[in-house]
C-alpha cells in the first residue's frame, strides 16, 4: 500500500513569513497527527484529527500555527507567521484508529526559519 | 504526565557487539510501548512494539521486554551491523478509552556501528 504522502520535502523561510504543509493518509485511516521534531528532540505531538474532527491540539500554538483536515483525508498544517524556533521537521502519522496500534509515519517536511 | 526516558547517545560499537539502548517510562495507566527507528535521510519506521506487560517485541533481531515492575522496556540486539547505525526512539502510547492516544516519545539515541 502507498504510504503517507507530506510535501514540500524541505521548505526554508524568512521569519515572520507564511508556510503551509500537506499530507495524505494512508487510504482508509481515520486517525491523523501531526508531530513536529525539532532537532535533537523526540516528535512531540501538535494535533490529531479524528476523520476531520480534532481530538488533542494541546500542545498547537494556535495563536500562530493552524490546521485542518478537510473531508476527513488530506490535511493541511500552517504556521503564520514563523519563528526561528519554528525550525524543525514536520511528521504527519496516519493510523487506523485502535489504541496500541503503531503508526505510519511520512518522510516530513524540514523548516528552516532564518 | 506521561514521559520517556532514554539513554543518550550517541552509542558508538564495532560490527557483532551486544548492544543495548536503556528505556524507562513514567505512565499513569497501562501504556503500549515501542521502539522506533529513523535511518539518515529518511522517516520514523517502526521496529517493534509490546502491548502489555511481559510481553517481547522483536523484529530484524532486536528485542525489548515490557517490564511492568521496573517501568523500562530495554532495546538488545545480540550482533550489530553498520546497516544498523540510525536514530533509535523509545516511545509509549496509552490507552484511553475508544481514541487513539498520541506517542510520546523519548529523546533519541545515535547509534553508530563502525565495521
Known amino acids: 500500500e502507498a504510504g503517507v504522502a507530506q510535501s514540500p520535502r524541505y521548505k526554508i523561510i524568512e521569519k515572520r513569513q507564511s508556510v503551509a504543509f500537506w499530507c495524505n493518509p494512508i487510504s482508509g485511516h481515520a486517525t491523523l497527527y501531526w508531530y513536529q521534531q525539532i532537532l535533537g528532540q523526540g516528535p512531540k505531538l501538535l494535533i490529531q484529527f479524528q476523520n476531520n474532527g480534532v481530538v488533542d491540539d494541546s500542545q498547537l500554538p494556535k495563536d500562530r500555527f493552524s490546521a485542518e483536515r478537510l473531508k476527513g483525508v488530506d490535511s493541511t498544517l500552517k504556521i503564520q507567521p514563523a519563528k526561528l524556533e519554528d525550525s524543525a521537521v514536520y511528521l504527519c502519522?496516519?493510523?487506523?484508529?485502535?489504541?496500541?496500534?503503531?503508526?505510519?509515519f511520512g518522510s516530513g517536511t524540514r523548516l528552516t526559519v532564518v | 504526565g506521561n514521559s520517556v526516558t532514554q539513554m543518550e547517545g550517541p552509542v558508538t560499537l564495532s560490527e557483532e557487539a551486544f548492544l543495548t539502548i536503556n528505556c524507562t517510562y513514567t505512565a499513569t495507566g497501562y501504556p503500549s510501548l515501542f521502539w522506533y527507528v529513523q535511518y539518515p535521510g529518511e522517516g520514523l519506521q517502526l521496529l517493534l512494539k509490546?502491548?502489555?506487560?511481559?510481553d517481547k517485541g522483536s523484529n530484524k533481531g532486536f528485542e525489548a521486554t515490557y517490564r511492568k515492575e521496573t517501568t523500562s522496556f530495554h532495546l538488545e540486539k545480540g550482533s550489530v551491523q553498520v546497516s544498523d547505525s540510525a536514530v533509535y526512539f523509545c516511545a509509549l502510547s496509552e490507552h484511553s478509552g475508544g481514541a487513539t492516544n498520541k506517542l510520546i516519545f523519548g529523546t533519541g539515541t545515535l547509534l553508530a556501528v563502525q565495521p
Open positions: 509490546a502491548t502489555k506487560a511481559d
Open positions: 502519522a496516519s493510523s487506523l484508529g485502535p489504541p496500541g496500534i503503531g503508526y505510519t
